[in-house]
């Protein structure tokens, strides 16, 4: 449905031409324009403003790993336990996302559609520099949410035991496994990005559902898994070696993969003859 629907049609009147038009979708062009707004603003940020915000976003990432432990100890051991304790995954992205946090797989979107219409190095480099700051925030505070989890009498005995068992699941698997989940992760997240513009107050609608699936595929998301990789770590249950091999190095690849590749490339693929000639976009 174009977003101008109904605007001409002879049977409504101007009120209801102008009320069919703003309930109807943005176009892909009026999306796109949104986003990449969003990442020119993002890329022009001091380094401390990106920072700060970043490290707020890792910090807020962990309540995706303390809500889902919560919901795995306090449901019973069946064969469905892992349908409803993956609602918990989606809380710490409803913090960040909804409070306007820097985060590192939302900017493989944000920050990639700046260089894509402007093919520069400057708007390159710019884009680079606000990876590595908020990847490297948002990582520092995973850590500091881990360390935070591991004195004892913080949570419940059976608590704990869930942290663990998470934390040591996520582990698991090939780097290659690994990558393709990771894959799809950075490609559902790049892609709600996408369509929170035109969600409008389905907004938190959106971010959960989206998220819930990332987290019921046990899908692999850089930032939401560091927090249960490093509890891993801090609590001497894997090495720092493992953190590296198995989770952050595949988990990088496959979220920047999917994020770029499959959803800021071909999503300004679609509308780049719009913004070369300056024709009207389509969905």
Do not use: C, K, M, Y
């Given at each position: 449905m174009d977003q101008s629907a109904g605007a001409s049609s002879p049977h409504l009147d101007r009120?209801?031409?102008?009320?069919?038009?703003?309930?109807a979708a943005p176009r892909?062009?009026?999306?796109?324009?949104i986003v990449r707004e969003e990442g020119e603003m993002a890329i022009t940020r001091t380094a401390g403003a990106l920072a700060w915000s970043g490290l707020a976003a890792g910090l807020s990432m962990g309540f995706?790993?303390?809500t889902q432990s919560l919901l795995h100890a306090g449901l019973p051991d069946a064969p469905w336990r892992h349908l409803i304790d993956s609602f918990g995954y989606s809380i710490g992205f409803i913090i960040v996302?909804?409070?306007r946090q820097q985060l590192f797989?939302?900017?493989?979107?944000t920050a990639v559609l700046?260089?894509?219409t402007r093919k520069d190095t400057r708007t390159l480099l710019a884009a680079l520099r606000l990876w590595a700051i908020v990847l490297t925030a948002n990582l520092v505070g995973t850590w500091i949410f881990a360390a935070l989890l591991t004195p004892?009498?913080?949570?419940?005995?059976?608590v704990t035991r869930a942290m663990h068992e998470l934390s040591l699941a996520l582990l698991q698997g090939g780097f290659g496994a690994t990558v393709l989940r990771a894959l799809f992760a950075g490609w559902l997240i790049a892609m709600m990005v996408w369509l929170l513009p035109s969600a409008r107050s389905a907004r938190l609608a959106t971010v959960l559902i989206v998220t819930y699936v990332v987290a019921v595929g046990q899908l692999s998301h850089i930032i939401a898994g560091s927090v249960d990789a490093a509890y891993a770590v801090l609590t001497g249950a894997a090495s720092f070696g493992k953190y590296l091999s198995a989770f952050l190095?595949?988990?990088?690849?496959?979220?920047?993969?999917g994020g770029v590749s499959l959803v800021a490339l071909l999503n300004h693929a679609a509308i780049a003859p719009d913004l070369q000639g300056g024709q009207p976009g389509h969905r």
């Open positions: 009120g209801e031409q102008d009320q069919a038009a703003t309930h892909a062009l009026v999306i796109h324009e995706s790993f303390v996302i909804l409070g797989t939302e900017s493989t979107l700046p260089v894509l004892e009498g913080v949570f419940r005995p059976e190095f595949p988990t990088l690849i496959g979220n920047t993969i």
